[in-house]
């Protein structure tokens, strides 16, 4: 059965390759999508579910976005604002995290400023053009396609802007961080502005489910009534926490979802006002 009203598929681009592959693919699995088995496969129609990906590089996905080809697509924001392209971000997705920073040589810059007339090495001339432009900078700007920071070692630039991550690349080129990032990045989904097609709406609502699924975990536990005004207050759930009578007479068994960061110490506090019975459940997907 398709889910789109009109029997068009939703076209939807995913990342073929690079650090936001696998997430993106995982987390549409998640879905209930279809996906690809053979990294090869350019396209894929999921016909019961009234879809249809097109593997794409992440730097291609907001330019077809954005020129109307594709309906919706996952890249990253740092890509997405280094395009240009006419598209805008739908939601944020959690994976693919990083920051664009500015780096130089170890005790070299220490801030911005010292970027007049530099030579700086980019693979994201955009992002980087704009934040110089806004700061009346005035550098020379060189794109590169990878490997930026083995450009100031072999004489082509002074200093980088790139994806850091865990910085572990930087480090080993002899290179630190300076001034303040100049945007943090995750994956994105992206659609082009006023366009709704068919479809798309369900699909940015499953992502979001699983993306809350990720996020929170199903509480039970047990308490005497004359602790459940207590507890609740710990635990008010979304809408409003389940509180069902138990057999056990002056008690009630509470259940509601709970974000996973802090669902340790919450565990702890609940015991401590008396609740007994506290169990935490892995959600899947939902729809709030
Ligand atoms: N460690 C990382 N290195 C590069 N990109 C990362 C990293 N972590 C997250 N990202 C994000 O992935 C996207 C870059 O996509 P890209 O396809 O260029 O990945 P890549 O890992 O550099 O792959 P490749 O170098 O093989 O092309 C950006 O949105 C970037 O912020
Ligand atoms: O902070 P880190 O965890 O070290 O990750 C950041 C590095 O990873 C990426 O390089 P990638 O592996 O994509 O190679 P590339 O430069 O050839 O694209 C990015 O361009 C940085 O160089
Ligand atoms: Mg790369």
């Not at 995982?26 to 690809?36: A, D, K, P, V």
């Not at 609502?205 to 047990?222: E, N, P």
């Not at 005004?229 to 926490?241: F, N």
């Amino acid at each position: 059965m398709s889910t789109t009203t009109e029997g068009v598929p939703l076209r939807i681009a995913v990342p073929n390759k690079g650090s936001l592959s696998l997430s993106a693919t995982e987390i549409l699995r998640e879905c209930g999508y279809r996906q690809r088995d053979d990294s090869k496969q350019l396209t894929l129609t999921d016909i019961e579910n009234g879809v249809e990906f097109f593997y794409l590089r992440p730097r291609d996905i907001a330019l077809y976005v954005g020129e109307g080809t594709l309906d919706i697509g996952i890249t990253g924001r740092d890509l997405l604002l280094d395009s240009g392209a006419k598209a805008e971000e739908l939601l944020a997705l959690g994976f693919g995290r990083s920051r664009f920073r500015f780096a130089g040589p170890i005790g070299r810059f220490t801030a911005v400023e010292q970027l007049q007339g530099a030579r700086i090495a980019t693979s994201y001339t955009g992002v980087v053009g704009a934040f110089l432009a806004e700061r009346g900078i005035e550098a020379t700007v060189t794109r590169l396609d990878g490997a930026v920071e083995s450009s100031i070692a072999l004489g082509v630039a002074d200093v980088v802007a790139d994806v850091v991550e865990t910085g572990s690349t930087l480090r080993q080129a002899g290179l630190e961080t300076f001034g303040e990032p100049i945007l943090e990045s995750e994956a994105v989904l992206v659609t082009r502005p006023g366009h709704r097609a068919d479809g798309s709406e369900i699909f940015r609502r499953r992502l979001q489910g699983v993306l809350m699924a990720r996020s929170y975990v199903m509480m039970d536990y047990d308490i005497e009534d004359a602790h459940v005004d207590a507890a609740v207050a710990l635990t008010p759930g979304i809408e409003s926490p389940t509180v069902l009578p138990l057999h056990k007479e002056g008690w009630v068994a509470v259940r509601a979802m709970v974000p996973r960061a802090g669902a340790q110490r919450l565990m702890d506090e609940l015991w401590g006002l008396g609740a007994r019975g506290i169990l935490t459940t892995d959600i899947h997907a939902c729809r709030l």
